[in-house]
């Protein structure tokens, strides 16, 4: 995203310009590299290279916080269903042994709880 503004003042005789540049990419406007051209040559080949390791760094960090988010997400569901797995294992274990109110209650709270966090997660998004 870039954003340039302009603000010029005048008076009798007297004028005065501001101008401002702002954006989240590290590439300078070519205007400013020809005017560091200008004075400072040398410099415009360490601005391009400054930008080259600039770019590869936010490549970087992008990449990590996608990694990231993808393990968070998948250690999530697995979780979920781990959780569910062990709620239903153990509601099956009680209906073997004869508690079967015991068990239809964990399995449905198992299933309802599983059911509402899925529905509430993917009404966030």
Known sequence: MSRQRQ???KSPGQELTF???????PVLPVAQIEQLHQFRPDRVDWIFEQTEREAESRRKETRRINTLIFIERFAGMLFAFLLGCTGLAGAIWLAVQGREVAASSLGGVTLVS?????????RRK
């Open 7 to 9: 603000i010029s003042a």
């Open 114 to 122: 599983l059911v509402s966090a899925f529905i509430f997660a993917s």
């Open 19 to 25: 101008h401002d540049h702002e954006t989240d990419t």
